[in-house]
DNA sequence: AATGCTACCGCAACTTAGTTGCGAAATGAC
DNA sequence: GTCATTTCGCAACTAAGTTGCGGTAGCATT
């Protein structure tokens, strides 16, 4: 697994550091989707907070983690599996937040559909953001 | 136009203050959506923070207004066309952020698809928010 | 393996955003 | 007008995010 992130860093040109790697780590082992304070803590006070933040910055720039929106004032940041590239971001999956557990998935199975905008509207991106529970705290 | 403020306020029972009708005033004569930032700035210094927040709050909890999420770590609010009632959203529409005026639409008229979730997961609250160009900065 | 260049990290200090408690003031029912 | 209740504004605080800069780690080269 060490590879693993080893592997994606150098295919973005990025440095191997201490890090780097270990907050690509949590992404890879964590199904959902992560908030800033999560990995603050998950890292184990380790890291200094500025540190986390340039960390996920170069992330979203080379396109390796997305942000995700919510209406709570809370920024979350998930893994892109959809060959994003430096700039350009290609995740195109439904968000769903669960209101009991808390955790936000990534549907990447469940893509985001076509809409029909209003005449002069041109839309370079759209997200949706589903909330309600999710499959593990609805039985 | 003090009348339909009136009237919206009474009708949430809530008693009419200055702060409230002028707050309120903003949104009905803005078209799009108002960061809180916008809002102590346009009310022109005359409150304070913690008074906007307040009365944000209780606007969004009597389903005066709602929230659009924003990726950036921005909250913006707009005012609710649905019949909105306490504890109970109903607006199903999809938001619209130019990036090149910063202003976010309501798009009333565009109404968000059913998505089909993946087994298990029931949803509450879909939101739908494309990110482009508007019509006014499209030609 | 040592060298040196570059990029990254961590500290400190700062700005901005949001919250809480409480006394004073405004609202609305009587 | 009086009074109970709600709301406002101040102050003080916590949390979130940013910036600058010296020191350190990464890594290419030899």
Redesign the interface.
């Known amino acids: 697994m060490t590879a693993e992130v080893n592997d994606i860093l150098k295919r973005n040109n990025l440095s191997v550091t201490e890090s780097r790697k270990k907050i690509l780590n949590l992404f890879l082992n964590v199904n959902g989707a992560l908030a800033h304070g999560d990995i603050e803590k998950k890292a184990g006070e380790k890291f200094d907070r500025v540190t986390v933040y340039r960390t996920l910055q170069t992330f979203v720039e080379k396109g390796i983690i997305h942000?995700?929106?919510?209406?709570d004032?809370s920024?979350r940041y998930a893994l892109c599996k959809n060959n994003c590239t430096e700039g350009h971001h290609r995740d195109n999956h439904?968000h769903?937040t669960c209101?009991q557990c808390g955790i936000t998935y990534c549907?990447e199975?469940?893509h985001v559909?076509e809409?029909?905008?209003?005449?002069?509207?041109?839309?370079?991106?759209?997200?949706?953001?589903?909330?309600?529970?999710?499959?593990?705290c609805?039985?």
Not at 67 to 71: H, N
Not at 115 to 136: D, M, Q
């Open positions: 942000i995700i929106p919510t209406t004032n920024v439904v769903f209101l549907l199975e469940v559909p809409i029909r905008l209003p005449k002069g509207f041109l839309a370079n991106e759209i997200e949706v953001v589903a909330k309600g529970t999710c499959s593990n609805s039985q």
